[in-house]
Structure formats: C-alpha cells, structure tokens
C-alpha cells in the first residue's frame, strides 16, 4: 500500500509563512507528479501547486509569488513553501500523488493524504 503523510501546518499571522511537508512511503517505482491542493469551508478542493518527477510547476493564480512548491524525487517527498500567507489561505491541506505505479508494469494509480490544517488569523 501507498501512504501519504503530510507535516507543517499550524496557526499563522497575516503575512507569516509555513513549510508543508508531504513524503509518500509504500511499494513505489514511480511517481508522475506530486501537489497540493486545499479546501476551505464550503468550498470545493481546488489545485494550489504540482510538480512533476521532471521539475515542471503550475501553480494557482492566487498562490503565484508567495508559494514556492519543491520535491525530492529519491525520498518521494514534495515541499510547499507558504509566503505572505493571507486569511484566505486557510484550509485544510492535501498531499497528491498522481500516476503512482507500485511495479514497473502496473497500472498507475492516485493517492491523497489525510490533510493538514492551515489557519492565518491574527
């Protein structure tokens, strides 16, 4: 099985910053992609920033500028640099692995994480 553990949120003022931290563990050859997404209450999981194993980003264009999102392809670890974080950033934090493949020839698969709760409130 595949687990994705996420680390790093908290309570933060207006303005601060927070470092997320997702590592995928498991049965893993490969992986396509990993990201973030978030969902505030009422709201709907939206993207906030991906990576591919090849170093390609997009990011939300309410993030771009403050959210810097990095990954150590040999630990299957994907990082998620918070600047400049605003009340509207808060929400709970999903860790994404997308075209997850356990053996060289298997279907690929995606698995999320539990989520980590990011609240900015002075």
């Known amino acids: 099985q595949v687990q994705l553990v996420e680390s790093g949120g908290g309570l933060v003022q207006p303005g601060g910053s927070l470092r997320l931290s997702c590592a995928a563990s498991?049965?893993?050859?490969?992986?396509?992609?990993m990201g973030w997404y978030r969902q505030a209450p009422g709201k709907q999981r939206e993207l906030v920033a991906r990576?591919?194993?090849?170093?390609?980003?997009n990011y939300a264009d309410s993030v771009k500028g403050r959210f810097t999102i990095s990954s150590d392809n040999a630990k299957n670890t994907v990082y998620l640099q918070m600047n400049s974080l605003k009340p509207e950033d808060t929400a709970v934090y999903y860790c994404?692995?997308?075209?997850?493949?356990?053996?060289?020839?298997?279907?690929?698969?995606?698995?999320w994480g539990g989520g980590t709760l990011v609240t900015v409130s002075s």
């Open positions: 498991g049965s893993i050859f490969s992986i396509n992609a």
């Open positions: 994404n692995a997308d075209g997850v493949r356990r053996r060289r020839w298997s279907d690929t698969m995606d698995y």
């Open positions: 990576i591919t194993s090849g170093g390609s980003t």
